[in-house]
């Protein structure tokens, strides 16, 4: 059971950068997706996540209206779409997933639902 995170990068401000959260050795489509960065010497704060049962979506303020979370079941892979990206946007980005039950609605925007992570991949924002 792994999570892989990609798409890290170094873009200009203003720019945009999608990163993939892929899944191996077990089915997404069961998993709610839950996207955290960390930035130096700050706390682990949840960007964004998605539903398994009704695709319910979820932005921390910061980023609402700029990133844009996704899934493909077929891939196996859940998408952050970010744009108009800030200096403050530069992180360390993980996903991480948590299995819901069938009667369960929103995804769990913090951190301590969530049972399997990925690594942290790298978003610099910088001119």
């Known amino acids: 059971v792994q999570l892989q995170a990609s798409g890290r990068g170094l873009v200009q401000p203003g720019g945009s950068l999608r990163l993939a959260c892929g899944a191996s050795?077990?089915?997404?489509?069961?998993?709610?997706v839950g996207w955290f960065r960390q930035a130096p010497g700050k706390e682990r704060e949840g960007v964004s996540c998605?539903?398994?049962?009704?695709?319910?979506?979820y932005y921390t303020d910061s980023v609402k209206g700029r990133f844009g979370i996704s899934r493909d079941n077929d891939k196996n892979t859940v998408y952050l779409l970010m744009n108009s990206l800030k200096p403050e946007d530069t992180a360390a980005y993980y996903c991480?997933?948590?299995?819901?039950?069938?009667?369960?609605?929103?995804?769990?925007?913090?951190?301590?639902?969530?049972?399997?992570w990925g690594q942290g991949t790298l978003v610099t924002v910088s001119s």
């Open positions: 050795g077990f089915a997404l489509r069961y998993y709610a």
């Open positions: 991480a997933a948590y299995r819901q039950n069938i009667d369960e609605r929103r995804c769990v925007p913090g951190d301590e639902a969530y049972k399997y």
């Open positions: 998605i539903s398994s049962t009704d695709g319910t979506k």
